[in-house]
């Protein structure tokens, strides 16, 4: 599904920083053609700043998305959620990233989850990057408490794990 949104703008390569960010980021587009996350409205300069445009980009590329019923209806819909990566050693908690060899490929959440719940440890949060909208596409897993080494040892031999960092 992605791939489809990401070819609607693939001939404008500014709008597609702007489209890529507001996926990455869970801001939706609302019937007024402003960028919003739930009520809280974005000021386009803001967003143009931040991807490295001009405001009149973030303008026509809301614009766009109004005007396909497919596209207004995905981006009227998103929303974004607490990442609780960065908190999570004020709070206690263990945070794992894992790096997959290829993040395509199926049922590598599915094994990292298994040896997680093996070693006792629960999981609190489990998040992953969308393998079309990043580049390097992380899992990162929040348990309940500070991951142990031989869970670490364990998650390093998994097959299609490239790397794995502890915060």
């Not at 791939?3 to 507001?22: C, D, G, M, T, Y």
């Not at 490295?52 to 009227?76: N, Q, Y």
């Not at 960065?86 to 959440?109: F, H, K, N, R, Y």
Request: aromatic fraction near 4%.
């Amino acid at each position: 599904m992605w791939h489809i949104i990401l070819n609607k703008f693939n001939k404008h390569p500014a709008q597609e920083k702007v489209v890529r960010l507001l996926l990455e980021r869970g801001f939706q587009v609302n019937s007024a053609g402003r960028v919003v996350s739930g009520h809280i409205e974005i000021p386009h300069t803001q967003i143009a700043a931040e991807v490295g445009v001009d405001r009149r980009v973030i303008d026509s590329t809301c614009e766009a998305i109004l005007a396909d019923e497919t596209l207004a209806d995905i981006f009227s819909n998103l929303h974004t959620i607490p990442f609780l990566k960065d908190v999570a050693p004020a709070l206690g908690l263990g945070v794992v990233v894992i790096t997959p060899g290829d993040a395509s490929e199926t049922g590598i959440l599915a094994r990292v989850a298994t040896a997680v719940t093996q070693h006792g440890l629960s999981i609190r949060q489990a998040v992953t990057d969308d393998p079309y909208l990043s580049e390097q596409p992380l899992l990162t897993i929040i348990t309940d408490t500070k991951v142990p080494g031989e869970l670490i040892e364990e998650l390093v031999k998994l097959p299609d794990v490239k790397g794995v960092t502890v915060y």
